[in-house]
């Protein structure tokens, strides 16, 4: 009996940012449900209008109240879920996929390429990061298409130098410098070696930036140059919402607390990842 209580005593407590890491993992399940199920969550139709039921606050009916033409507000929010999710997602996906190109051709092409590419990269760094979105948007032009490259190329330039500083040190490897001695032509070198040991740190940093890309395409719609009315996207709905905070403030503080919940836990999901990956204890 006192073994048994000993063991029970000595066995390490969650720390603080572990059990913060299961919150959010739990909240994030839940936003994914909504993205990929809605209508088990929100069976009702997020534009059917009913003007009679016009601005009505929270109620059992209407959970998050209903906006300025009747549609209910709940409905909206848990369908736009998918809109949300699926900018900041793709957005890290095609901003990863140019970072690859991008540092792996810093990294192999000589010095001449590498200086050429890498001072690119710093003066996209320098501006910011929505102001380098609103100029992509003035080239592509507004719409659900033309946010998600704005906030590709925007986040592009930082996964690059993870990308190239990777490459270097994997390039200089002993199995690399292996293989080419071997006569292993470069290019099965860079698909087989140093490609996949390259991408391996993006992955983890890609769950850190998903949460801004995730604003950012949110920062865009609020401004009317992403998803277009009468789309259900958390940016857009507080566009929507702005003009009735005096009397019905439940329209924006819904989409707004969603969009906040879900940027604070892929961020502390992704940085749980990183310490992991990193070797340190999460605490």
Known sequence: MSTSRHETRSRPRPTPRAAAAAAAAL???VILLAAVAPQFLAPDDPAATEPARALLPPDGHHWFGTDQLGRDVFARVVHGTRYSLAIGAAAT???????????????LLGRFGDAVLMRAADALLALPGLLLALLVVLITGKGVLGTTLAVAVGT???FARVVRSQALVVRRSDYVE????LGVPRPLVVVRHIVPN????????ATVTLGASI???AALSYLGLGAQPPTPEWGAMLTEGQGYLAQAWWIALFPGLLLVGTVLAVTVLGRHA???SEGRSPR
């Open 27 to 29: 909240v994030l399940a």
């Open 215 to 217: 604003s950012t395409g």
């Open 198 to 205: 390259t991408v391996g740190p993006l992955l983890v940093l």
């Open 274 to 276: 990183q310490a992991r």
């Open 178 to 181: 292996a293989a080419v001695g």
């Open 156 to 158: 592009a330039p930082g």
């Open 93 to 107: 996906g095609v901003g990863m996929g140019l970072a690859v190109v991008w540092g792996l051709g810093a990294a």
